[in-house]
C-alpha cells in the first residue's frame, strides 16, 4: 500500500469526477475539498488488502478508483459478499458499531482509497454540520445497499 500525496488526484481524477460518487452526492465542492484533505490518499496494488476480518475499525474508506472485493474467509473457503467500486465507502459499519471487522476488502484492481478516520470524521461535523449531515446520509445509503447485498443477493463468487 502506498501513500500519495492529495494534489495526486488532480492527474488521477478529474474535479467533476466527485459529484458522481454516491459518498458524495449532493456535497459542496468545499465540503468535499475538507473531506478530501481530512483523509489519507492510499494506493493499492490488484490482491493487496485494505483491510483483514477481525482488524480493529478506526477508520473507513471511499474507494476514488479501482474495484474492492469485500470478502469473508471461513473454513469452507472464501465468499466475495460485494464489489465496491468507485465512489462507495467501505469499512464504515464496523467503524460505527466500533467493534472489530467482520469482512476483508481487498484490492481487484489497482484502487485509490481515501482513508477517514472516526476522528476526522467528527472533525467534519464540527466544521459544517449542514453538509456533513448530507455526508453521513451519504455514507448511511452506502451502508444500507450494502447490508442489501450482504442479506438478497447470493455470494458473488467463492474461491
Known amino acids: 500500500m502506498q501513500t500519495l500525496e492529495l494534489a495526486a488526484l488532480d492527474t488521477i481524477l478529474p474535479a467533476d469526477a466527485f459529484k458522481q460518487m454516491s459518498a458524495f452526492g ?3 465542492d468545499s465540503f468535499v475539498e475538507q473531506v478530501l484533505a481530512s483523509g489519507e490518499l492510499l494506493k493499492l496494488a490488484p490482491g493487496e488488502n485494505l483491510y483483514r476480518q477481525g482488524d480493529r475499525a478506526e477508520c473507513f474508506y471511499v474507494i476514488l478508483q479501482g474495484q474492492m472485493a469485500i470478502y469473508q ?3 469452507t473457503g472464501r465468499t466475495i459478499t ?6 462507495e465507502s467501505v469499512g464504515f459499519p464496523a467503524m460505527l458499531a466500533m467493534r472489530p471487522r467482520l469482512l476483508s476488502g481487498e484490492a481487484v484492481s489497482e ?20 453538509q456533513f449531515g448530507i ?3 451519504n ?15 447470493p455470494p458473488a463468487a467463492s474461491a
Open 139 to 153: 455514507l448511511s445509503r452506502d451502508m444500507s445497499r450494502f447490508l442489501s447485498y450482504c442479506i438478497i443477493r
Open 26 to 28: 449532493a456535497l459542496s
Open 82 to 87: 460485494h464489489t465496491g467500486c468507485a465512489g
Open 111 to 130: 484502487c485509490i482509497v481515501l482513508k477517514i478516520t472516526s476522528q476526522a470524521l467528527a472533525r467534519l461535523q464540527e466544521l459544517d454540520s449542514p
Open 135 to 137: 455526508f453521513f446520509i
Open 73 to 75: 474467509d471461513s473454513e
